[in-house]
């Protein structure tokens, strides 16, 4: 039986007031599920990243409803919210976002800490996770040593390392080339069949939309097709 990871109900989201008033998002109502790869398209300041953030539970909806796993996100009080994502959801972002002081191993198990892992188990889940990535030889290099595709990586890795119940990508191929954009797009179909994980994919790419299961398209904050 398939089962439903995100629910949206009639969500809008409202920046500013009166004649600075911008409507971000329209009324969207949808349902992910478990195990699912989703591509959202569309042009920009459609309101694709504005979707994300919203319904990732990284900024507050205007009205409407969000459930994650059943949970009202937007129910919670900050500090619950900032818990939750940590042990559930997991980001990718276009720019890494990787801390630069910071080796691979160490980026990768920050997200477990935060989460209350022991540290020597959060260190052998990040190794090993990053080992399945293809970045055995080079778990203690920072972001700095590393390539574009490398560091997607390292970032796919961190958004992984929990198991969350579903992983958010943002524009994940879009500072890369041709050939680390074909990988990144290859890997991250390849962890959804792997581990069943869920998978909603921000993007410009039709490449990487045609790996996808389901492709929505959005146009003035709304679903369009």
Request: hydrophobic share 40%.
């Amino acid at each position: 039986m398939t089962e439903t990871v995100v629910v949206g109900k009639d969500v809008w989201k409202v920046y500013g007031s009166g004649e600075t008033e911008v409507t971000a998002l329209q009324g969207i109502n949808i349902a992910i599920q478990r195990g699912e790869m989703l591509a959202v398209m569309g042009p920009s300041g459609c309101g694709k990243t504005t979707f994300l953030n919203c319904f990732s539970g990284l900024d507050e909806v205007t009205r409407g409803q969000v459930t994650l796993e059943g949970v009202d996100l937007h129910s919670m009080d900050d500090r619950t919210k900032s818990e939750y994502r940590a042990r559930r959801v997991g980001f990718v972002f276009q720019a890494y976002n990787l801390l630069p002081v910071l080796s691979a191993t160490e980026n990768v198990e920050m997200p477990l800490l935060i989460a209350g892992v022991p540290g020597r188990e959060a260190r052998a889940r990040a190794r090993a996770m990053l080992t399945e990535l293809g970045l055995g030889e080079r778990l203690d290099r920072r972001p700095a040593e590393l390539s574009g595709g490398q560091q997607q990586r390292v970032s796919l890795a961190r958004a992984l390392v929990g198991r969350p119940a579903i992983v958010w990508a943002d524009e994940p191929t879009g500072n890369l080339d041709d050939e680390d954009s074909r990988q990144v797009t290859s890997l991250l179909r390849q962890l959804n069949q792997t581990y069943g994980q869920t998978m909603v994919v921000v993007t410009h790419d039709a490449t990487v939309a045609s790996s996808c299961d389901r492709t929505l398209r959005m146009r003035d904050g709304q679903f369009v097709s």
